[in-house]
C-alpha cells in the first residue's frame, strides 16, 4: 500500500526565516496532497493541499510544491513567525481508495523569536 | 458554519471494556473518515463512512466498528479494550457529494476524543 515519508522529524528556525519540509510517496497513483499543522492539543488544521494536475500552489506565505516524477513533495514557509510553531504532517491519496489518507510521521517546526 | 464536533472529549475505561466514540460533520458534509492518532504510530486511517455505508477502511482489527446515520452523525465502537487502544480518535468530515470513486475530498478535523486505556 501507499507509504508517506517526511522530512525533517524536527526543525528549528529563527523568527523570519523560511522553513521547508519534504515529504516523498511510493504510490505513483497518488493524486492529492495536504498539508495540517497540528497545534498542542488541538486538531489537524488543513493548511494547504495541491492536487496532482498542478506542479505548485501558494496561499500567502504558505507554499506547496509536488514533484510526480520523483514522487515527492514540500511545504515552504516563509518568513515564519513564533504562531508558525506546531507539528506539520503531509499526507497523501489514492483516488480508488477515496478519503483514506496516509500520513507522514510528522515534523516539529520550532520558529525561535 | 459550525466545525466537526466529537463527544466526548475525554474518556477513561479499562481492558474489556468497550466504548463508543460520537461524531457530527460540518452542516452539509456528508462524508465521515475516522483515524487514529498515537505517538508511536502516528495518524492511522480507520474507515470511511458515506451515506450510511463504509466505503473505505483500514488495517484495524474487527474490534473497531462504525456506522453512520441518515444525518451523517458517524459513531465509532471498540470492544475488548486492550492497552494499546489508548489513543486520540479524529473524526474529519468532507463534503463529498457523490458516492462515486474514484476522488479524494478536502477534509476537515475535529477535536478528536482522547481515549485512555487503564
Known amino acids: 500500500g501507499e507509504n508517506v515519508e517526511q522530512h525533517p522529524s524536527t526543525l528549528s528556525v529563527q523568527e523570519g526565516d523560511s522553513a521547508v519540509i519534504k515529504c516523498t510517496y511510493s504510490d505513483s497513483a497518488s493524486n492529492y496532497f495536504p498539508w495540517y499543522k497540528q497545534e498542542l492539543g488541538k486538531r489537524p488544521q488543513l493548511i494547504i493541499d495541491?492536487?496532482?494536475?498542478?506542479g505548485e500552489k501558494k496561499d500567502q506565505r504558505i507554499a506547496v510544491t509536488l514533484n510526480k516524477t520523483a514522487k515527492h513533495f514540500s511545504l515552504h514557509i516563509t518568513e515564519t513567525q513564533p504562531e508558525d510553531s506546531a507539528v506539520y504532517f503531509c499526507?497523501?491519496?489514492?483516488?480508488?481508495?477515496?478519503?483514506?489518507?496516509?500520513f507522514g510521521a510528522g515534523t516539529i517546526l520550532r520558529v525561535k523569536s | 458554519k459550525a466545525g466537526v464536533t466529537q463527544t466526548p472529549r475525554y474518556l477513561i475505561k479499562t481492558r474489556g471494556q468497550q466504548v463508543t466514540l460520537s461524531c457530527s460533520p460540518i452542516s452539509g458534509h456528508r462524508s465521515v473518515s475516522w483515524y487514529q492518532q498515537t505517538p508511536g504510530q502516528g495518524l492511522q486511517f480507520l474507515f470511511e463512512?458515506?451515506?450510511?455505508?463504509?466505503?473505505n477502511k483500514g488495517n484495524f482489527p474487527g474490534r473497531f466498528s462504525g456506522r453512520q446515520f441518515s444525518n451523517s452523525r458517524s459513531e465509532m465502537n471498540v470492544s475488548t479494550l486492550e492497552l494499546g487502544d489508548s489513543a486520540l480518535y479524529l473524526c474529519?468530515?468532507?463534503?463529498?457529494?457523490?458516492?462515486?470513486?474514484?476522488?479524494?475530498?478536502?477534509?476537515?478535523f475535529g477535536p478528536g476524543t482522547r481515549l485512555t486505556v487503564l
Open positions: 463512512y458515506f451515506s450510511e455505508t463504509q466505503r
Open positions: 499526507a497523501a491519496s489514492i483516488p480508488e481508495y477515496g478519503n483514506k489518507l496516509v
Open positions: 474529519a468530515s468532507s463534503s463529498r457529494t457523490s458516492g462515486v470513486l474514484p476522488s479524494t475530498d478536502t477534509q476537515y
Open positions: 495541491i492536487r496532482s494536475n498542478v
